[in-house]
């Protein structure tokens, strides 16, 4: 896979700050030095702590966590786990979280972790050794806490390492009343939220059908307005690719192609997600799935006929080598940083439509905010209303069926009156998040001329940025 060979490739920090100089030109004039305090990283942290390993050797780990932005706190961003994770890589992530969260209204700076361990292939002892003293490293350092710094799941972690985390802290502070909102995309029996888990790839549903609603838009592009029929390739099948392959079928898409790093799948009749995911569990891999096709080099997957490609990988995976191959008219960036800003110019040259990463993922970090308000207000959002508005519910129809002088059935009652459970209200304020950003970004783009949505959403974070510097006094 292109992302393979992350450590020889351009620094990822600076490809973030050429999109920030990019829409920066747009923006209206601000006090010198401002923009330049915006795109600078904030801090960073290189930890090696040695770890025990079960011959009685040690074996000395390295870890980052880079805060690109304090201007609003806690920071906020995940933890990704991989031997090859570099500084500028976490540095680069890191700002994209400070804009990603201004796009969404997300009202954190910017930042991301790195752990140099291969947490999919070292035994589960040596990840929780390794993830453990990483969070004790944090917290010697004042890197992490509910109002500090408050980390995420990211590529090669999840629920199972926010575990580690959480119970960390709280045994370094055991008598922290908001201890548990030192980390989010915990699992739910340790305070974790409903729709967390799911939260990315369901953003990317929500976003990608809300670009597809816009029927000028699609005219432009030679497709109907709508989801339903649109042949999709995902790239990527891990949490988000997964997720967003799951949502995208069940609204009406047809995913012709799904892959992992072993190679891709190939049904241009669509592929049963669920069946695809059953699978790789039993079998622990993606090959020998009964698909008419199997693509043993992923990249492949990429330049396959399709309107929408969406990848969910990693970084660098469209460039300025296979831009020109690139077969799909809308190209959604479920992974952070998927296109090299080479490849994003021949993507739009060519009339591509690409919905940028720092908008289109940003489902994840803000359910991880929604579960965080949850751990500080210590009540789960269903707790405080489900009774009053199944009441409300009841109340309302009672007075329908008096004035028409009719009943519903029991069932017909029970699923009108049914209150909100916490799912109900994660993924409600999760498409609405969602809608409300794509409008602003689209509405931005067009009105101001820009280049790209990406500039728009890059300029609408710098903005709203730029906007909290000068409100909240903090810039000299
Ligand atoms: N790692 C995810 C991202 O890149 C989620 C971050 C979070 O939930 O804080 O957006």
């Not at 999919?120 to 109002?147: C, D, Q, S």
Request: glycine letters at 8%; one cysteine or more; a negative charge.
């Amino acid at each position: 896979m292109a992302g393979q060979n992350r450590r020889q490739r351009r620094s990822m920090f600076a490809a973030v700050c050429q999109r920030f100089d990019e829409a920066a030109r747009f923006a209206r004039p601000y006090p010198p030095g401002l923009l330049d305090q915006i795109k600078a990283c904030n801090a960073v942290l290189h930890v090696q702590f040695p770890i025990r390993l079960d011959d009685g050797s040690v074996r000395v780990i390295e870890g980052y966590r880079a805060q690109h932005s304090h201007h609003r706190l806690p920071c906020k961003g995940g933890i990704r786990y991989a031997p090859n994770v570099t500084q500028d890589e976490v540095m680069g992530l890191a700002a994209l979280m400070t804009y990603k969260c201004a796009i969404v209204d997300v009202p954190f700076g910017g930042a991301k972790g790195g752990i140099c361990i291969d947490s999919r292939k070292e035994p589960p002892e040596i990840v929780e050794r390794a993830t453990r003293r990483y969070t004790a490293e944090l917290a010697a350092r004042n890197f992490i806490g509910p109002g500090i710094d408050v980390p995420a799941p990211d590529y090669g972690s999840g629920e199972r390492e926010m575990a580690w985390i959480a119970d960390t802290y709280r045994a370094l502070n055991p008598t922290q009343l908001d201890a548990y909102a030192c980390v989010t995309g915990k699992p739910l029996s340790l305070h974790g939220i409903e729709g967390r888990r799911e939260a990315t790839g369901l953003g990317v549903y929500y976003g990608l059908a809300e670009a597809l609603d816009d029927p000028e838009e699609m005219r432009r592009l030679g497709l109907a307005p709508g989801l339903a029929g649109k042949r999709v390739v995902v790239q990527g099948f891990g949490n988000v690719g997964y997720h967003a392959a799951k949502y995208l079928a069940e609204g009406g898409a047809v995913v012709v192609s799904v892959s992992t790093i072993e190679g891709a799948l190939y049904d241009p009749d669509g592929l049963d997600i669920e069946a695809v995911r059953r699978h790789i569990e039993a079998s622990g891999t993606i090959r020998d799935f009964p698909a008419p096709h199997f693509l043993p080099n992923p990249a492949e997957a990429l330049e396959l006929d399709c309107d929408i490609l969406v990848p969910a990988a990693l970084e660098n995976q469209i460039t300025a080598e296979n831009a020109p191959r690139i077969r799909a008219r809308i190209v959604a960036e479920a992974a952070n940083d998927p296109t090299t800003p080479e490849g994003e110019a021949i993507l739009l040259q060519r009339g591509i439509f690409v919905i940028p990463d720092v908008y289109l993922n940003a489902g994840g970090v803000t359910v991880s905010y929604f579960e965080w308000l949850k751990n500080l207000s210590h009540v789960s959002f269903d707790r405080m209303s489900r009774r009053y508005q199944e009441n409300a519910n009841a109340k309302v129809i009672e007075a329908i069926e008096a004035l028409t002088e009719s009943r519903l059935s029991e069932d017909q009652r029970a699923r009108l009156t049914r209150g909100p459970d916490e799912i109900d209200f994660v993924q409600a304020a999760l498409a609405d998040t969602m809608v409300h950003a794509y409008r602003a970004i689209h509405t931005t783009w067009r009105t101001r001329q820009l280049p790209s949505l990406r500039v728009a959403a890059y300029l609408i974070a710098i903005e709203k940025v730029a906007n909290d510097y000068l409100t909240l006094g903090i810039f000299p």
